[in-house]
């Protein structure tokens, strides 16, 4: 075989990598999907778990039916109750699996509004960088925003970097 081409098993071998992951992923979410159940009966909440599976992370959502607002109480101030709950599901799952997990967790649309926001941010950094030639500092963020800002970043075709220690961790967009 010559350099530069793909033999039948190697492609076997990737996509059987590739469903090895889903199917790894799709674990993790049905693990999480029945810890956030019991989670929702002992909170005596409704709410209905969606889940999918996106690049590399396994996707869990609670939505509720109609009114959201009793589920609000889930995401919090500014999401940090979400983002103790996602960090107790990954718990779960590592707990069940031995390995761990990257999972992302979302409830009533916060994070989805939450990242459709930062994106809108990131592009206005990076289009405020280009035009003054001169790095934007961002304010502080969590790690889950910081990473959306950064791929919003590099879509404009610019660089990010983070700076600062947690909790005061922020984005700093470089000109080109």
């Known amino acids: 075989m010559t350099e530069g081409t793909t033999s039948a098993v190697e492609v076997e071998d990737a996509a059987s990598a590739d469903e090895s992951l889903i199917s790894r992923l799709e674990q993790e979410g049905d693990i999480a999907a029945d810890y956030l159940e019991g989670l929702l009966d002992i909170a005596d909440l409704d709410g209905d778990i969606d889940m999918d599976v996106e690049g590399d992370r396994a996707l869990v959502s609670i939505v509720g039916e109609g009114n959201d607002r009793a589920l609000q109480r889930l995401v919090g101030q500014d999401g940090e109750v979400l983002e103790a709950l996602q960090e107790l599901t990954r718990l779960a799952v590592h707990r069940e699996t031995g390995e761990r997990s990257r999972l992302m967790l979302d409830i009533a649309g916060f994070r989805a509004?939450?990242?459709?926001?930062?994106?809108?941010?990131?592009?206005?950094?990076?289009?405020?960088?280009?035009?003054?030639?001169?790095?934007?500092?961002?304010?502080?963020?969590?790690?889950f925003e910081r990473k959306v800002v950064h791929d919003a970043v590099a879509a404009a075709g610019l660089r990010s970097e983070s700076e600062g220690e947690e909790p005061q961790r922020f984005v700093v967009v470089l000109p080109v």
């Open 113 to 143: 509004r939450k990242r459709s926001e930062l994106a809108t941010l990131g592009a206005e950094a990076a289009e405020q960088a280009k035009s003054t030639g001169a790095e934007v500092k961002l304010q502080p963020m969590t790690p």
